[in-house]
């Protein structure tokens, strides 16, 4: 029975050896955006496997001779006995930091690592009196008298972590709460398991099956978090498109358009044709996470005016001067600036104007410049405030681009909006529109 016993011992090791190790490369390297609580995670493994080495070292250790083979086993046991209650108290902060709440100063965080302390002295004590085990002199492990309080820190820990667990559920996601009770509940069950039978390391597999199955619940759970916030990037993409494409500016078009359809139905084609070419970079703009050829922003923007030019052809002109093209800008962005001019710059003049968009390089940049001979404003009452579409632009050129916004204004003489964008001529593919 015994040579059975030690066959299955040595399976369940060197089974825990493999899920550990698999643990520990998962928490390392198998996520694309970086566990949260991947520091916790992989202490907890690497505990676990050093843990199980050294079960593993003791089994074979039993049968090896020699005065020195004997002082390494007996330490590879302290270090065995030690390590699942550090694995356990690790758990402790990982529930507290998940929690949002500051471990470090943490009254129950203080409190397991008393016990925890209190554990290491009891194992520390033992290796002079015996009383909680032991080898004999055959380098046999014997459990001693009062084993059962070698125990009872242990236990405790567990207790107050799930205690926390608890008291914090409401702050934890399912899946959170999944994860941290697996990995109390089974090893737990196979301690309960263990002590039934004696002999059998049930624990050792169940301390690895627990932090796989905790692992696997935490990755699930931020696998769920990043889907939600990629939705919300969605969403917020979609109102950004939504913002971009005016009701009015809708409306204008479509009475344009039907005004046309009879009075000039060649321009009235032509409205429709650049209609159509503005919705579809809009909708097209949703799918675009990097930045686009500037030829291909221009052509949008031409649409775009085009059609503000039809629908009020006495008050609004426009001129684009593309002497630089070699460089990328945000989806969007000289489009958004242009409305900007269009709506608040022209659209308060009665007897109309005129928005001019110049490309060219300097230096070690290329500038984009929107400029209208609209109303214009005071810069200095702005207080450093702008509106919401300028405000984005710049939050999207200086983290695509590494670029910048300047904007110049004067009250009754216009505005100017420069787009600074880095770097030197590139071959920037254009993307047929």
């Known amino acids: ?32 955006t970086k566990l949260d609580s991947r520091g916790y995670l992989v202490a907890i493994f690497a505990v676990l496997l050093v843990y199980i080495s050294c079960d593993l070292f003791g089994q074979v250790g039993d049968d090896l001779e020699g005065h020195a083979w004997v002082v390494a086993d007996r330490i590879a046991l302290f270090v065995e006995s030690a390590l699942p209650s550090l694995a356990v108290l690790i758990l402790t902060a990982l529930q507290l930091s998940v929690c949002k709440r500051d471990w470090r100063s943490s009254l129950a965080f203080r409190i397991a690592g008393t016990l925890w302390l209190i554990y290491i002295v009891l194992l520390v004590q033992t290796q002079f009196t015996g009383n909680l085990y032991q080898i004999d002199d055959n380098n046999v492990y014997q459990r001693g008298p009062y084993y059962s309080f070698l125990l009872v820190p242990m236990l405790l820990i567990e207790a107050l972590d799930f205690f926390l667990l608890l008291r914090d559920r409401d702050r934890l996601s399912a899946k959170q709460r999944a994860a941290f009770t697996s990995y109390l509940a089974i090893p737990a069950v196979s301690m309960v398991w263990q002590m039934a039978y004696y002999g059998l390391l049930a624990t050792v597999l169940g301390s690895a099956l627990g932090a796989l199955s905790m692992l696997w619940f935490i990755i699930s759970d931020q696998t769920d978090r990043y889907r939600k ?47 159509s070419r503005y919705l579809r970079a809009n909708l097209a703009s949703l799918k675009q996470t990097n930045p686009i050829p500037v030829d291909l922003e221009l052509k949008h923007v031409h649409n775009y005016l085009e059609l503000e030019r039809m629908s009020d052809e006495s008050r609004i002109d426009y001129e684009i001067d593309a002497q630089a093209t070699g460089f990328l800008v945000p989806p969007l962005s000289i489009q958004t600036l242009a409305e900007n001019a269009v709506k608040h710059g022209l659209g308060r003049l009665e007897s109309g104007g005129k928005v001019t968009i110049r490309t060219y390089e300097q230096e070690s940049e290329y500038i984009v410049a929107v400029t209208d001979n609209g109303i214009g404003f005071d810069t200095e009452a702005l207080d450093g405030a702008v509106g919401i579409g300028i405000s984005n632009t710049q939050e999207r050129v200086s983290a695509l681009c590494g670029g910048t916004l300047e904007i110049t204004s004067k009250p009754d003489q216009g505005t100017s909006v420069i787009m600074h964008i880095p770097g030197r001529p590139t071959e920037a593919t254009l993307i047929g529109d």
């Open 1 to 32: 029975m015994g040579g059975v016993l030690d066959g299955v011992n040595f399976s369940i090791a060197v089974t825990g050896i493999v899920i550990c190790s698999l643990g520990l490369a998962l928490s390392l390297f198998n996520y694309p």
């Open 229 to 275: 916030r990629e939705a919300e990037v969605i969403k917020l993409r979609t109102e950004v498109m939504l913002n971009q494409i005016q009701p009015h500016f809708l409306f204008n078009t479509l009475d344009t358009i039907y005004g046309l359809v009879d009075e000039d139905p060649k321009v009235a084609k032509k409205a429709i044709e650049s209609f």
